[in-house]
């Protein structure tokens, strides 16, 4: 994955503004008000997130705000989507939102300048909001603040953003100095903290920080409140984070029963990414082969991930307790495709349709903190709704035929009719 350290510094403030500016008559063709009247969105089905399906169910939305849901056909509907399903706002917990190939379809390893990072940014941001994503977090970008800013004040079309703004890894520093770096970090207001406790998938995936680094950067976000997310593929790896109190294990394409296990046993979050990173890479290798580590054994190693993801994701299901969540890894070439994560996990692994959709929503939200705002169709919640073309219940592909999307009451997509 990109480091921070390659990507650049933090976008200048005078240029994020100007970029910003520049989009928000876009955003205003693309989206609607926040409605202030009470609006009515009726569909055959409501899926709320947590396992519960309601038929022929109305969702009453005020502002942007969720006030029932009711049943039956009665009353008028502002919006009837007929055969559709309505379900929650789908939640990607890792999207590098940054990642872009470049004017040469090449993958841009290093940035441009700040204007085209942002709306290389914007336009990924975008494509994610209309496959049905209305909350995603990045694992740290230059213009992440920034974009994140802007979409939170209306001005620009994207899904709501936390980030980890940088990363920290092997290079760090001492337990001492990576202590002040997440200090730093939770000071610079960053949502999370992104970790890097073992080598990329291309480079065999084996631990890289030592078990006292680890237990410095997680013992101190916890002492901070900060949540923790940790790139780790090998069992070594896993275990020595888990262990260390880390609160999220990313990638564990080498996972064993027993580090999967021990995730389940300390409630600790797992994002396997099985559905779209690897895919991506393997369908854009001309777009990557040649930039850093993507090399002829990069890519050996991940055609051979392919298989191996597969086996572990049939252990994870397989795994009483165990926590997933649902991330992609998506970077350049797969924003708007995060939504094959779930059809992979299913199609894999054996994950029933309901089980991946509920990793997608109320438990993601959980590993978000945000378990009681989104994530989950109710009163009381945030209005992010999709609606999909079929039943994802007993068609899972049904969450790439996204035809309605509504993000804090304000409708940003309906292809309905």
């Not at 693309?30 to 969702?59: C, E, F, H, M, S």
């Not at 800013?149 to 001492?174: D, K, V």
């Not at 940790?230 to 020595?240: N, T």
Request: proline fraction near 3%; aromatic fraction near 4%.
């Amino acid at each position: 994955m990109r480091h921070a350290s390659i990507h650049g510094g933090i976008m200048r403030s005078k240029s994020a503004l100007l970029v910003a500016s520049l989009l928000a008559p876009f955003a205003v063709a693309v989206t609607l008000p926040a409605q202030t009247q009470t609006i009515r969105i009726r569909a055959a089905a409501v899926v709320d997130g947590t396992g519960k399906v309601t038929r022929n169910a109305t969702v009453v939305v005020q502002g942007s705000k969720i006030t029932a849901i009711e049943t039956g056909t009665n009353g008028a509907a502002t919006y009837n989507l007929g055969q559709l399903t309505i379900m929650p706002g789908m939640i990607d917990v890792h999207a590098h939102v940054g990642w872009h190939f470049d004017k040469d379809g090449r993958y841009a390893a290093r940035p441009g300048t700040p204007a085209q990072e942002m709306l290389y940014s914007a336009e990924n941001a975008f494509v994610t909001l209309m496959a049905g994503f209305t909350t995603i977090q990045s694992p740290g970008q230059s213009n992440d603040v920034e974009l994140r800013e802007a979409i939170a004040r209306g001005i620009l079309p994207g899904p709501r953003i936390l980030t980890s703004i940088r990363q920290i890894n092997e290079r760090s520093g001492t337990p001492d100095e990576i202590r002040q770096k997440v200090r730093q970090l939770k000071a610079d207001g960053a949502d999370v903290v992104k970790i890097f406790a073992s080598a990329s998938i291309r480079d065999g995936g084996t631990q890289t920080m030592t078990d006292a680094q680890l237990q410095a950067v997680c013992g101190e976000a916890n002492a901070q409140g900060m949540r923790t997310m940790v790139h780790a593929h090998s069992p070594e790896s896993i275990k020595a984070s888990v262990n260390a109190g880390c609160q999220q294990i990313e990638h564990g394409v080498f996972a064993n029963d027993e580090v999967l296990k021990l995730m389940a046993d300390k409630g600790v979050y797992f994002d396997p990414n099985v559905g779209v990173v690897l895919q991506n890479y393997l369908a854009n290798r001309a777009h990557y082969e040649g930039i850093g580590n993507y090399n002829a054994e990069g890519f050996a190693y991940m055609e051979k991930g392919l298989a191996i993801n597969a086996a572990m994701m049939k252990r994870a299901v397989a795994t009483p307790n165990l926590k997933m969540v649902l991330g992609t890894d998506a970077v350049a070439g797969a924003h708007g495709h995060n939504a094959d994560e779930l059809v992979e996990r299913v199609r894999q692994g054996g994950q029933k349709p309901m089980d991946a959709i509920i990793s997608a929503t109320s438990i993601s939200a959980k590993s978000l903190r945000l378990e009681k705002t989104i994530g989950t169709l109710a009163a009381g919640y945030d209005a992010d709704l999709i609606a999909v073309d079929g039943d994802p219940t007993t068609d899972i592909a049904a969450v790439t035929r996204v035809a309605f999307v509504m993000k804090g009451g304000k409708i940003y997509k309906n292809v309905s009719k």
